[in-house]
């Protein structure tokens, strides 16, 4: 089993800025990519940010150049820094990650998800 842990989320005026973290514990073999997605009221979920092993990144159109996302593989963690927020990124935000537990068994976990509210 995966346990995903969020937590970073908050209340914060517009142009502030807040960092999301999750962490991912169980019997983890391997982890490939981790991402952020994030759901507003009346909205599907939408990806916003994904980090391969390698590094390679890619964010979606409306947070590029304000979002960073990183991780920490010794510590199983992926961050989101995001900067310059706007009232338009109020929505839950959901980790997920892919992985194996043992070589050849994938698995997908999300996490609970952790609100972020901008006020204008």
């Known amino acids: 089993q995966v346990q995903l842990v969020e937590s970073g989320g908050g209340l914060v005026q517009a142009g502030g800025s807040l960092r999301l973290s999750c962490a991912a514990s169980g019997s983890i073999f391997s982890i490939n990519a981790m991402g952020w997605y994030r759901q507003a009221p009346g909205h599907e979920r939408e990806l916003v940010a994904r980090?391969?092993?390698?590094?390679?990144?890619n964010y979606a159109d409306s947070v590029k150049g304000r979002f960073t996302i990183s991780r920490d593989n010794a510590k199983n963690t992926v961050y989101l820094q995001m900067n310059s927020l706007k009232p338009e990124d109020t929505a839950d935000y959901y980790c997920?990650?892919?992985?194996?537990?043992?070589?050849?068994?994938?698995?997908?976990?999300w996490g609970q998800g952790t609100q972020v509210t901008v006020s204008s």
């Open positions: 997920k990650i892919d992985g194996s537990l043992i070589p050849g068994k994938q698995f997908s976990s």
């Open positions: 980090i391969t092993r390698s590094g390679s990144t």
